[in-house]
């Protein structure tokens, strides 16, 4: 899930790339053969007014994914997908699989063929393929698209082209938590006297940003004076580097490594690091990480996009309207924290068990800007999009009631102000 979307705080607000990738899976299990087109299903007639909807049964999905079942982000969706459609009813024959499929005219191509098999919801995984899935969506008024982490659909003014994306900074935050409770015990026991945080990104998108900043919070609010490295990969997917990013990371001093890239190769590496006897531990992303870092691993941020593919598919058969831009957090389930691993610090499941209950109250917000400055100055105003789409100040202030209101107007992270206590290495 590639993103593109960027937050200039302080007086300035521009567009930028956001991307979103997700983390390596471990399963075996091949992907399966795209099912074949129902003979029985037919796309929803045209309209001249909003796409019609699909009566009750007769909804055909077609996916197309820039993975597959062996790579985690996209296995997440696979079986969000899965989940969804068992939950409403879908048969096999109901859905048509397209696998690696790269952010290329292919996509574009594999979105129409979709529409060919009797289609009439088309969904992308990958930010890249955005542009594609917008294309075919034009190009077919009577079939709905959702672009998966996308943050075009409501510039678009397409009614039948959507966005959306979980409120993953909230279960970063809480990772966070989980990790400063890990740094704060090692401080205490003398193992570690300089609270020095790394972690590997993929790029430095809005996307990435948001997180890591909601990861560092999370650590920050256990261990004020904490700081914290980040090391990008320029990659999605590379075991290869995501593990010497670790290494080098491990080398400045960094005693817990995060990450928002798709493999077990950072985990792989703080294993291995510590089997060596280094005082050093894990957080991951998208899958829970124990498999590949047994002792080292902590806990991972995850999604689950069953709550959202559900409640599209619902609505599809409903005939009600999918939103044009959807994103939820904790309160609907959508994002957790994989278990606890076993050297997580003595009441670590108590603070995160309170953190999660405020978050779900409203009484935490991630991005408080009481909590972190900019330059050595707080910051108080952040521009943002308006109603229309465009990138204005006129209509909505990002910072309302003391913090910056991520995914609210749209989907798609918006946080990309860099804070001061992260420092980006390359």
Known sequence: MKKHLALLLALVMALALVACGGGSSTTTETPSTPAAPSTTTTPAAPSTDTPAAPAASSLKVGVVLVGDENEGYTFAHIDGIRKAAAAVGLSDSDIVWFYNIGETEDCYDKCIECVEQGCNLVITNSYGHQTYCQQAAEENPDVQFIA?????????????FHNAFNMTFESRYVSGIVAGMKLKEMMDAGLVTDPYIGYVGAYPYAEVVSGYTGFFLGIKSIVPEAHMDVQYTNSWFDIQAEGKAAEALMARGCCIIGQHADSTGAPKAVQTA???????????YNIDMLAAAPTAALTSSTNDWSVFYTEAFQTMLSGGTIPTDWSKGYDAGAVA?????PEVAAGTKEAVEAAEAAIKAGTLHVFDTSTFTVGGAPVTSAFTFDSDGDWTNDTNEGIVDGYYHESEYISAPSFSQRIDGITELN
């Not at 924290?337 to 691993?341: D, E, F, R, S, V």
């Open 148 to 160: 998966m982490t996308g943050d075009t659909a409501l510039k678009s003014g397409l009614s039948n």
């Open 274 to 284: 510590k089997d060596n006897g280094k005082a050093v531990y894990s957080v991951g």
């Open 337 to 341: 924290i994989t278990p606890l691993g």
